[in-house]
Structures are given as C-alpha cells and as structure tokens.
C-alpha cells in the first residue's frame, strides 16, 4: 500500500532492537483517514473469505481491526492479555511472547465469543516473529474456529514470522512489508 509506505517512510523511527515506532500515525496518534483506507484494503483482500469475525489482541490491533470490521460488517473480538497464567474454565487461552516487552503474556478470549461457526480473520497492526498470530491461531484451534487469513498492518519480514505463515499455508497480506531498516541511519527499505 504506497499510501502507508510514503508514512512510514516519512514518520516512522527505528529504534534500536529492530523496532519501528509509528506513533504519529498508528500506536499513539490515529490516523483514521489512514486507517480507514487500510480497513477498506483488508475486506478487499479478504472479501471472498466468508469472514464471520475479525480477531485481534488488545492494545494496538484493536484500532485497525474495528476499521476493517466496518467494511466486513462482522464483530470484533479482541484477545485480552493477562499477566498471571491462571486459568478460568470460561476463556481459551495461549500463552504469548511479546516482542516489544521481552515478556510472557497470556490471551485470553471468552468461550462466549468464539466458536467452531467462526471464520476467523485475524488482524494485527505488526509481524515480527509471529509469536502473537501463533497464540491467536492456538486459541482459534481450541475454538475449532476456520482461519480466514492473517491482515497486517506492517510486516517486518527479516524478522521470518510472515514467511513461516505462509509456508504452513496461511493467507498472510501485510499492506507493508519492510525487508531492512536501519536503527543509525533511520533508513527503511520495503520489499
Ligand atoms: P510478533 O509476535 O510477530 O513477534 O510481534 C508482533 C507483536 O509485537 C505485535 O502485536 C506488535 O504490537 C508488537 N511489535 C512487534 N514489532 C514491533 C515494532 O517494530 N513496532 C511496534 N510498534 N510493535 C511491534
């Protein structure tokens, strides 16, 4: 998506670490115009899916799922992270690795909202390893939900998790996908 390209391009700050900071736009600031478009993209990409749900994890993929569940017309349900691994018999749940945090969480999504009816679109605003769609796709199981496909926002794809989706099979769209960046000299280069 050149729109979303020229933006991080423009706005965006590596960060030591291999971490992109699009706060301006995306994780602090909100462009909904931008998110808007990207929403519009996703349900192109994925119209002829029969996604019943869109599913993301809380903070940052919950702006970029509701955008795009606008144009699909279904819910959102975002997996809710939990400190304690403690389980209630109501949830699924997957323990995760966060990889801005360097830290274990565990999502946690109600029974009540995920079932094996479910065709799951799962939408998140960044791909690194893959860690946080492994723990969805984990929960989607235990639903016995149907994975739809993946949509993400900005996929960092030196960092493998995209590839290794799409080896296994998934239907990965990342609308950018940046192949290196640069944490000294702040350059970003986009497959
Ligand atoms: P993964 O689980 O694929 O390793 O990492 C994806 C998750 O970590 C996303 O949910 C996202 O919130 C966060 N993340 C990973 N890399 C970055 C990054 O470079 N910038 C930001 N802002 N978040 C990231």
Do not use: C, W
Not at 11 to 18: F, I, Q, W
Not at 121 to 132: K, Q, W
Not at 161 to 179: K, Q, T
């Amino acid at each position: 998506m050149h729109l979303l390209e020229q933006r991080i391009r423009e706005e965006g700050v590596v960060k030591k670490g291999n971490v992109l900071k699009v706060d301006s736009f995306l994780n602090h600031r909100i462009d909904i115009r931008l998110l808007d478009a990207i929403g519009e993209e996703f349900h192109r990409l994925f119209s002829d899916a029969g996604v019943t749900k869109i599913v993301t994890i809380e903070a940052s993929g919950i702006s970029v799922a509701v955008m795009a569940a606008r144009y699909f017309d279904v819910p959102v349900v975002f997996a809710k992270k939990s400190k304690t691994a403690q389980l209630d018999s109501d949830v699924y749940s997957a323990r995760i690795h966060s990889f801005t945090h360097n830290n274990d969480y565990t999502a946690i999504i109600s029974r009540k909202y995920l079932s094996s009816e479910d065709t799951v679109l799962v939408i998140d605003d960044f791909l690194a390893n893959g860690e946080a769609v492994r723990g969805l796709r984990e929960i989607l199981r235990e639903a016995g939900a149907t994975l739809a496909g993946v949509g993400i926002v900005i996929e960092k794809g030196f960092q493998g998790g995209g590839d290794r989706l799409r080896a296994e099979g998934v239907h990965v769209e990342s609308l950018a996908l940046v192949d290196s960046m640069n944490a000294e000299t702040g350059e970003i280069s986009f497959r």
